[in-house]
């Protein structure tokens, strides 16, 4: 019963929305969301890479001002 009502409150708020639209809002988030993953991987590899090697870069790193870690 619940996913009755579930499926057609979906169907009736995308009824009206093209569908090259939604295609376009499901490319930009996926593209972001991979983005933000691949960007967050890299950077706890550089921060694990210079801590390996018992470097201040790794503090620097994480409290630089284009970093989001140190805020």
């Known amino acids: ?8 409150v979906a169907h009736r708020s995308l009824a009206g929305v093209p569908r090259w639209k939604l295609r376009n809002y499901v ?3 996926g593209g ?11 950077r706890m590899l550089v921060l694990l890479h210079f801590h ?19 805020s």
């Open 32 to 42: 972001y969301w991979a983005f933000t993953l691949a960007d967050g991987a890299l």
């Open 52 to 70: 390996r090697l018992d470097s201040p870069v790794a503090v620097r790193f994480c409290s630089s001002p284009t970093s989001s870690w140190g």
């Open 1 to 8: 019963m619940a996913s009755e009502l579930a499926a057609k």
């Open 27 to 29: 490319l930009v988030t």
